[in-house]
């Protein structure tokens, strides 16, 4: 894990640098080794190539490359295989999670990761048994965490 932990940071920069497969793992697997961190600082770095340089460009939707480009070069701008990062962003940052013990939401546990430099998250999920939201926020020296789950 060290090894990974290296080439995100200090080899790649904290830019992703994993293909369509390993993408889809990045971030959860930095977050499970005890580095969501490291992980939120993939999610928004904001220089190619990223999510954030995505957005930067104009993306309203996920390109199929990282780049940016025009004609036979890029067959699509609106393509989900880098899109795990959104799902991360509702188990770790919101950290709305299923009771692995408890299957179809009979249960579910709130655990967010909160980043330094964010100041508020705010996330829903309707599932079979109704709506999840958590959401926190900080005021002062305190952590405000709302949930509802119905």
Same mark, same amino acid.
């Given at each position: 894990?060290?090894?990974?932990?290296?080439?995100?940071?200090?080899?790649?920069?904290?830019?992703?640098n994993?293909?369509?497969?390993g993408?889809?793992?990045?971030?959860?697997?930095?977050?499970?080794?005890?580095?969501?961190? *490291?992980?939120?600082?993939? &999610?928004t770095?904001?220089?190619?190539?990223?999510?954030g340089?995505?957005?930067k460009?104009?993306?309203?939707t996920?390109?199929?490359?990282?780049?940016?480009?025009?004609?036979?070069?890029?067959?699509?701008?609106?393509?989900?295989m880098?899109?795990?990062?959104? &799902?991360?962003?509702?188990?770790?940052?919101?950290?709305?999670?299923?009771?692995?013990a408890?299957?179809?939401?009979?249960k579910?546990?709130?655990?967010?990761y909160?980043p330094?430099?964010l100041?508020?998250?705010? &996330?829903?999920?309707?599932?079979?048994?109704?709506?999840?939201?958590?959401?926190?926020r900080?005021?002062a020296d305190? *952590?405000v *965490?709302?949930?509802?789950?119905?």
């Open positions: 894990m060290q090894n990974l932990f290296e080439n995100v940071e200090i080899t790649n920069d904290c830019h992703l994993t293909g369509i497969l993408t889809r793992y990045i971030l959860d697997t930095l977050t499970q080794y005890g580095r969501a961190d *490291l992980a939120y600082r993939l &999610a770095q904001t220089t190619y190539p990223s999510w340089y995505m957005i460009e104009g993306a309203t996920l390109w199929e490359r990282w780049e940016y480009m025009a004609g036979g070069g890029m067959n699509s701008h609106n393509h989900i880098f899109g795990s990062v959104d &799902a991360w962003f509702y188990r770790v940052l919101a950290g709305i999670n299923l009771d692995a408890a299957f179809g939401f009979r579910v546990i709130i655990k967010p909160v330094e430099d100041n508020y998250v705010s &996330a829903s999920v309707n599932t079979i048994r109704g709506l999840v939201s958590s959401s926190w900080k005021e305190a *952590l *965490l709302d949930v509802f789950y119905s």
